[in-house]
């Protein structure tokens, strides 16, 4: 990703047109589609300012989570919410916790004992019983849960379905993203639980360094999505 040069002295939060926005000495900041960066909780809006202000001589974006995800919430989630949305029922039809091991040992224990609460939780706090397997093969879900997993969804607004977008996504599963985003699990928890069976493996066969940058950048990601969930609740957003 290309840097620029920093243009700007002094980032701060303040009010603008449409709720509390990012000025660059004094100018209010626009998303990469041009539309105004203006939410409604002033927390969210002070980070991104820190962010802002945090920067070098040179932008770095990618050091820039809690903006980009207000950007992305902007410019592409909010006008594309409906396929977001049958994005995640998708992950929800085929969720990562539902495919268990087929081979008794200490994984299918581990399985047992760390994913079964969630199903429980999916069952009993969501009315979304969620059907699970051993092995690989497709296992299609209850429509009436699946049914129950969107409205379990489309109850988030704009800035908190993208935070949940980005979770599920780095977790492989819906379940453990909306568990994140109701409180039922911290980011660690989040991401350990999603990199179940990639730890097992590591553990039995030792670390791989490409694999673990890869579980590195999943954990950033989790990292990110729930301090965004968490700036944009503290402004009251659903």
């Not at 399985?111 to 969501?126: E, G, K, M, T």
Request: proline share 3%; aromatic share 6%; with cysteine.
């Amino acid at each position: 990703m290309q840097k620029m040069k920093r243009f700007y002295k002094a980032a701060t939060a303040g009010l603008t047109d449409g709720g509390y926005g990012v000025l660059l000495d004094g100018r209010p900041i626009k998303t990469p589609a041009k539309a105004a960066l203006a939410v409604a909780s002033q927390a969210l809006a002070e980070a991104i300012a820190e962010e802002w202000q945090g920067q070098g001589d040179e932008i770095d974006t990618a050091r820039m989570s809690i903006n980009n995800l207000t950007c992305t919430a902007i410019d592409i989630v909010g006008p594309q919410r409906q396929r977001i949305v049958d994005d995640l029922i998708d992950y929800g039809g085929h969720d990562l916790i539902c495919y268990w091991s087929d081979e008794t040992g200490d994984l299918l224990n581990r399985q047992q004992q760390l994913w079964q609460p969630l199903l429980d939780w999916s069952a009993q706090s969501l009315a979304a019983p969620l059907s699970k397997t051993c092995g690989v093969i497709s296992q299609d879900q209850p429509p009436a849960s699946l049914a129950a997993l969107r409205d379990a969804v489309e109850v988030h607004d704009t800035l908190a379905l993208t935070g949940l977008t980005t979770a599920a996504q780095a977790a492989g599963s819906l379940i453990i993203g909306l568990a994140l985003s109701h409180g039922r699990l911290d980011a660690e928890e989040a991401h350990r639980l999603s990199q179940l069976d990639e730890l097992y493996q590591a553990e039995r066969w030792g670390e791989d360094a490409e694999a673990a940058a890869r579980r590195e950048h999943l954990r950033q990601e989790m990292l990110s999505a729930a301090r965004f969930l968490e700036l944009v609740r503290q402004g009251g957003a659903a």
